[in-house]
């Protein structure tokens, strides 16, 4: 099933399945816009299918389910396996944060009788893509009496929208001498908030019609937005793309669609034979930083804590050696072969939509910086899983060597010398506003991870 078009092996009752896993994908993307709406969708599903918050557990034992959440902005599940966690995991990891616009910390300001939102792009965008579409804000607002209220405008569709202006062509004379870099200035993303003042109210009156709305809407003053996450993301939700709808177009598939995929597989292992994992990681996108980024000791001492459970002395140290006898597979998207922009990628070292999960032997920049670079001997084991268990997969680097490049998080975790390799989806207008993925290539990938948690 290597570099093969999986469409062309499905009889019509695997269609329908794979039409039917699409469905819960764009469920989920839809209401998945923001790394914490992201980790309370995963929640949700983790809960449905039996599995317990470590906090309430009080010890584990094989078969157990149980998940672990970071500052509601990581979690990592486990179902325990028949053989003791230092013996290995089989890990599953990707990131759930997605490049986009954040408020600043003060953010609202009047000219000339609008009020507008400064942000602070965050991850790498082409910020003229970001211009004249629908966005909507969603977050949370962390106030000093210990509450936080969670904001979420523009979804419903009898919700308002917000966007971000651009200069009518009429004018644009100036405009487009420009390079595509500078088109638009990131100082001029600034969202449009509105436009009508407050009555009464003398300066500043459309500003402070605006933070009344908020006020009556939120309970929140100006001074709380310090302390907020407000993200401005693309609005409405993940779609069918394609008169033969088979493709999904929607935000953020760069990464929440290999962590859907990944958790549901996860979902449906029962008593595997070596303890698996699901951990969803947030800041990727800006080097994987912080305490919720995969570079936190959050997952380490999770297993710790898994091991204490279970009755074991030394925790630490044992942890330390669950990681270097575990095997993982890090997943993130890779550039889906574009014919409009073939110019740009090897085509016999290229992601094809539709011909299942990507695997990727190493990813970075230049030579190869930045990269974890798989080994041989593990890319080996995994290909004979994928190829038991008749999933289609293929190979791909990020485009032509000194094209450009990009990073993951498969380093991070191959410093605990565990055995880890890229893999993921291929996916087309990575980091704009609209992505596009493959049907067949979710269900590819979702496959290959039950193969990978189920294997010996
Ligand atoms: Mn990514
Ligand atoms: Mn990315």
Redesign the pocket.
């Known amino acids: 099933m290597y570099r093969t078009n999986a469409w062309k092996n499905y009889d019509s009752k695997q269609e329908k399945e794979v039409m039917k896993f699409a469905e819960g994908y764009k469920e989920f993307l839809s209401a998945s816009k923001t790394e914490r709406l992201a980790v309370k969708e995963a929640v949700k599903r983790l809960n449905e299918k039996g599995f317990v918050n470590v906090d309430s557990v009080k010890s584990v034992k094989p078969g157990d389910k149980v998940y672990f959440v970071n500052k509601n902005k990581n979690v990592c599940a486990f179902v325990l396996g028949e053989k003791k966690i230092t013996e290995g995991l089989r890990i599953l990891g990707a990131h759930i944060d997605?490049?986009r616009m954040d408020l600043k910390e003060h953010p609202i300001y009047q000219r000339n009788e609008f009020a507008l939102a400064d942000t602070h792009y965050y991850?790498?965008i082409k910020k003229y893509q970001w211009v004249t579409i629908p966005l909507a804000l969603h977050g949370v607002v962390c106030k000093k009496d210990g509450t936080t209220v969670e904001v979420n405008i523009g979804e419903d569709p009898k919700d308002p929208v917000v966007g971000i202006s651009d200069l009518l062509i009429h004018l644009a004379a100036d405009q487009l001498s420009k390079t595509a870099a500078r088109v638009i200035e990131g100082e001029n993303l600034d969202v449009t908030l509105g436009n009508k003042p407050l009555k009464g109210e003398d300066s500043n009156a459309v500003k402070a019609n605006i933070l009344k709305i908020l006020n009556k809407k939120y309970g929140i003053d100006e001074e709380d937005l310090v302390s907020a996450e407000i993200e401005v993301v693309p609005a409405g939700p993940a779609r069918d793309y394609g008169l033969d709808k088979s493709m999904v177009a929607g935000y953020g598939h760069?990464?929440r669609c290999c962590a859907y995929t990944s958790l549901l597989a996860l979902l449906d292992v029962e008593n595997p034979e070596y303890t698996g994992c699901c951990v969803l990681v947030d800041k990727?996108?800006i080097g994987s930083v912080g305490a919720t980024g995969a570079q936190s000791r959050f997952f380490e001492n999770a297993i710790a804590k898994l091991i204490e459970l279970s009755g074991e002395k030394d925790p630490l140290w044992k942890a330390r050696i669950a990681m270097e006898n575990s095997k993982m597979l890090s997943s993130?998207?890779s550039a889906g072969y574009d014919p409009l922009y073939s110019g740009v990628s090897d085509p016999n070292n290229s992601a094809y939509f539709s011909y299942g999960l990507v695997f990727n032997k190493y990813t970075g920049s230049r030579g190869k910086s930045g990269s974890n670079d798989a080994n041989p001997e593990y890319y080996a084991w995994v290909r004979k899983v994928m190829d038991d268990a008749k999933v289609c997969w293929q190979n791909a680097e990020l485009g032509k060597v000194d094209q450009g490049g990009?990073g993951t998080i498969a380093y991070i975790l191959g410093n605990y010398n565990m055995n880890v390799i890229d893999a993921g989806l291929p996916v087309h207008n990575?980091?704009a506003p609209m992505e596009i993925v493959s049907k067949a290539d979710l269900f590819e990938a979702y496959r290959g991870y039950v193969a990978f948690l189920t294997s010996k």
Do not use: L, N
């Open positions: 997605s490049p991850g790498g760069d990464d990727e996108e993130d998207v990009g990575m980091h």
